[in-house]
């Protein structure tokens, strides 16, 4: 049996939860609406200022998936409440992001700039040319468009530059040794 699946979780104040028979979990909070579908072999109720997830059947399927359904509810819960951030390092010389309106135009030493639309309910804050914020209340969201900023220049490890997460530790490496 699932250790995080038994766990009930709490429903802040100013927080609303609605799930419908087909298993459609509707949070809404201070800061927006999230909804997302989640799977039928799971039962989803909510009791008592409370969320309480049991398995339908004792299938090795449904016990995967009784953790990852409490976890899943318990990011939206968070995720508009208090929201989720990730801050982006521009490590080398010339790299620099910069908001252009809603877009960040990123130079990374390429021969052109890359560019990123903001999606619903992602939000970049540039704090300094060589720091980015991404902000946002779906975990998802946010992460994801964190992994494709980073793609574009992963940090290397000899001189360390690159793009990195915020407090994100790189194995640096020794270059080369002349004779």
């Known amino acids: 049996m699932s250790r995080i699946g038994r766990m009930p979780i709490e429903i802040p104040k100013g927080v609303t939860v609605d ?38 059947t004792e299938k090795k399927d449904a016990k995967a998936l009784h953790g990852l359904t409490r ?30 309106g809603k877009k960040l135009v990123l130079s990374l030493g390429y021969s052109h700039p890359v560019e990123f639309d903001a ?14 914020i991404i902000t946002g209340i779906d975990k998802e969201k946010v992460g994801d468009i ?23 530790i790189i194995r640096r490496k020794v270059g080369k040794t002349g004779k």
């Open 19 to 56: 799930v419908t028979p087909d298993n459609v979990v509707t949070v809404k909070g201070p800061k927006g609406e999230l909804v997302k579908k989640m799977h039928q072999d799971i039962d989803i109720k909510v009791e008592d200022e409370s969320i309480v997830f049991t398995k339908k």
């Open 71 to 100: 976890s899943l509810v318990n990011n939206m819960v968070v995720g508009v409440t208090e929201g989720y951030k990730n801050t982006l390092e521009l490590v080398g010389v010339g790299y620099r992001a910069q908001l252009q």
């Open 119 to 132: 999606i619903e309910g992602v939000e970049f804050t540039v704090e300094s040319p060589t720091k980015l």
């Open 146 to 168: 964190s992994a494709d900023i980073r793609a574009w220049r992963k940090p290397e490890p000899y001189k360390g530059k690159g793009i990195k997460f915020e407090g994100e």
